[in-house]
């Protein structure tokens, strides 16, 4: 039995979803308002021990013009990582986040949300783990990305920096995940997105879209403390492409109170130091500007080799697969890499992570932690990285 309208142009199917107060296009809850099958509705989080000896990391995408749910959810612990993955068919339970032993749980809409990996029998690891924010969600910037007359990114990210509370289990050994000495963070974002599916056999390749130069760059949330007992969070999203007889750059920062006030950093100058093998982040400062002219200078520490690899959970694809691939009715698997640092692995994995850092805000008062996404590409001498062993 179908309840799709009979017409012409019928209506997607009814939902639950579709009797609250919110629909934005003349249709149903079940679909979005474009045909493109980029079109995804993602959220990414991790919560870390601050002294940084574990990480879990999550992740659930919707892929509705795919008819596809899919999900990563792991650990890092020093140089290993082990990860779940786990996909299904979206109809007919289109708003249902649970995917085999993975679950996703809004418990108080914008403060609190909950990500579950049950005991599985693909890898010995399971946690639950509850998210709550410290200071209030807060959009970014529309990201849009464009190669020529192409778009191939067009999304809205909003982000949100907290602690987390709830258990973490490694090889039968359970770990609690304690406010005190965790700290979490998450993002959501929809909207149409590269790196789904396979890329377009047919169509023109873009390769960097560097044309041979380098590029730098940064996504971290930091939620920091003061000796007094209070908090603030710091945003730190910044982008550098360098090409032969120019340089361009991206800054989209601030520092993010409890009561919802920003004051916005408008240039962000990093100092930072990679690792010529695996171009892991080794620690170094940024030094920032606030709108009011004043700098602001952070100490940047990154606290152990736990950090996890978000290629892993399909970013930039990996063996051979990609966000949105459809697996069938339901697909689980998940491996085990003992050490993520060799060039190997660091290759096949891909750079971006949620390395685990710790900064220092003399300025703001505060010390805190966090998880900071770096790429660098390109060759440097600034920073002791040859063109030729760069990936992504």
């Not at 359970?174 to 599916?197: K, L």
């Not at 007094?228 to 120019?246: K, P, Q, R």
């Not at 919802?260 to 930072?272: A, K, S, Y």
């Amino acid at each position: 039995m179908s309840n799709v309208s009979p017409s012409s142009n019928p209506i997607g199917q009814l939902t639950e979803a579709d009797e609250q107060f919110c629909h934005q296009t003349i249709d149903s809850f079940a679909c979005v308002g474009t045909s493109d099958p980029s079109w995804t509705e993602k959220v990414c989080a991790m919560a870390m021990a601050r002294d940084g000896s574990l990480q879990l990391g999550f992740g659930l995408g919707k892929y509705t013009n795919r008819n596809v749910m899919d999900c990563y959810a792991g650990i890092s612990r020093g140089k290993e990582q082990i990860t779940v993955r786990a996909s299904r068919r979206l109809s007919p339970e289109p708003n249902r986040t649970v995917i085999g032993p993975v679950r996703y749980e809004v418990v108080e809409p914008l403060k609190k949300v909950r990500f579950v990996l049950e005991r599985n029998d693909v890898q010995p690891i399971a946690f639950d783990c509850l998210f709550e924010g410290r200071v209030p969600a807060r959009f970014e910037d529309r990201t849009h990305i464009r190669h020529g007359y192409r778009i191939s990114a067009e999304l809205a990210r909003f982000h949100q920096t907290g602690v987390a509370s709830g258990w973490i289990e490694v090889d039968g050994v359970r770990t609690e995940i304690r406010p005190d000495t965790w700290v979490c963070t998450r993002d959501h974002s929809w909207g149409v997105r590269y790196g789904v599916g396979q890329p377009l056999a047919d169509a023109e390749p873009l390769g960097d879209g560097l044309g041979g130069g380098n590029y730098e760059f940064v996504w971290s949330p930091i939620y920091l403390e003061r000796p007094d007992g209070s908090h603030y969070a710091l945003f730190l999203n910044c982008a550098i492409v360098e090409l032969a007889t120019t340089r361009h750059k991206t800054v989209m920062a601030a520092v993010e109170h409890p009561d919802g006030r920003i004051e916005c950093i408008v240039d962000i100058e990093p100092e930072l130091r990679y690792g010529p093998r695996n171009r892991r982040l080794l620690g170094g400062r940024l030094h920032c500007r606030m709108a009011d002219g004043s700098a602001r200078p952070l100490e940047v520490e990154v606290l152990s080799d736990t950090g996890f690899h978000l290629g892993a959970g399909l970013y930039f694809g990996f063996d051979g697969h990609h966000h949105g691939g459809w697996r069938g009715e339901l697909h689980v698997d998940g491996e085990r890499i003992a050490d993520c640092t060799t060039p190997e692995n660091a290759r096949r994995l891909h750079q971006i992570r949620d390395t685990v850092v710790r900064v220092t805000d003399p300025v703001g008062g505060g010390r805190g932690w966090g998880n900071w996404q770096p790429v660098i590409t390109g060759g440097s001498d600034r920073h002791g990285l040859k063109a030729a062993d760069s990936f992504w």
